[in-house]
Nanobody, 118 residues
Framework: QVQLVESGGGLVQAGGSLRLSCAAS????????MGWFRQAPGKEREFVAA????????YYEDSVKGRFTISRDNAKNTVYLQMNSLKPEDTAVYSC???????????WGQGTQVTVSS
């Protein structure tokens, strides 16, 4: 079984930065891609960013383009989300996910809280 563990969340003022990490462990881990999602109180979970595990292509939700950067370290089975110029509307629980196929996201982390104060 694959386990994903996030870290790096916290409280930051608007305009500040945070870096989230997600480390994968367990049996042989060979994802197609890893990504980040977020869920704010009272809202549906939404896609934030994803990165392909082999080629490194990245994808972003429109509201975070130019502010967030996703990256991965294949040797460490870790994906990162660098978040700059944070806004109060970025406040949410951020979860990482991994997919073994293109069909769906197979594994999820427990989430880490990001709170941006105005």
């Amino acid at each position: 079984q694959v386990q994903l563990v996030e870290s790096g969340g916290g409280l930051v003022q608007a305009g500040g930065s945070l870096r989230l990490s997600c480390a994968a462990s367990g049996r042989t881990f060979s994802p197609v891609a890893m990504g980040w999602f977020r869920q704010a109180p009272g809202k549906e979970r939404e896609f934030v960013a994803a990165v392909s595990w082999s080629g490194g292509s990245s994808y972003y939700e429109d509201s975070v383009k130019g502010r967030f950067t996703i990256s991965r370290d294949n040797a460490k089975n870790t994906v990162y989300l660098q978040m700059n110029s944070l806004k109060p509307e970025d406040t949410a629980v951020y979860s990482c996910a991994a997919r073994q196929t293109v069909a769906h996201w197979d594994y999820w982390g427990q989430g880490t809280q990001v709170t941006v104060s105005s």
